[in-house]
C-alpha cells in the first residue's frame, strides 16, 4: 500500500485554458460571417445606384468584417492549441476563412 501522492514535475507548466479566446474566436466568426454576407447582399441589391447612403453603410461593414477577421484569426490561432474548446477555435477559423473569400469577392465585384 503507498500512501504517498503520485509524484508531480516541479518544472512542468500547467497549459493556459484558453477556452475563452475559443469562444470569442466563435462568436466573432460568426458576426464577421454575417457582416460581410450582409455587405455582399447590400452591393448585390443597391450595386447599380449612385447613392452615398449605400456606399458608406458597404465601407463600414467591409471594414467591420476586416477588423473582426483579423481578431477571429488571432484569437483562432492563439487557443487552437488547447483541448478546452479547440472545436470552438476551428469553427471559428473556418468561419473567418469563409469570410476572407466573401471579402476578396466584395473586392472584385466592387472594381
Not at 45 to 73: H, P, R, T, Y
Amino acid at each position: 500500500m503507498d500512501t504517498y501522492p503520485p509524484y508531480q514535475d516541479p518544472y512542468r507548466k500547467e497549459g493556459r485554458n484558453r477556452f475563452g479566446l475559443a469562444l470569442t474566436s466563435f462568436i466573432l466568426g460568426i458576426i464577421s460571417f454575417f457582416t460581410s454576407f450582409i455587405s455582399f447582399a447590400i452591393i448585390g441589391e443597391f450595386g447599380q445606384e449612385d447613392s452615398g447612403f449605400w456606399n458608406i453603410l458597404l465601407a463600414l461593414s467591409a471594414f467591420v468584417a476586416i477588423v473582426l477577421l483579423i481578431l477571429v484569426l488571432t484569437f483562432s490561432l492563439i487557443s487552437i492549441r488547447t483541448t478546452h474548446g479547440r472545436a470552438f477555435a476551428i469553427t471559428g477559423l473556418v468561419l473567418g476563412s469563409i469570410q476572407i473569400l466573401f471579402v476578396l469577392l466584395l473586392i472584385f465585384v466592387v472594381n
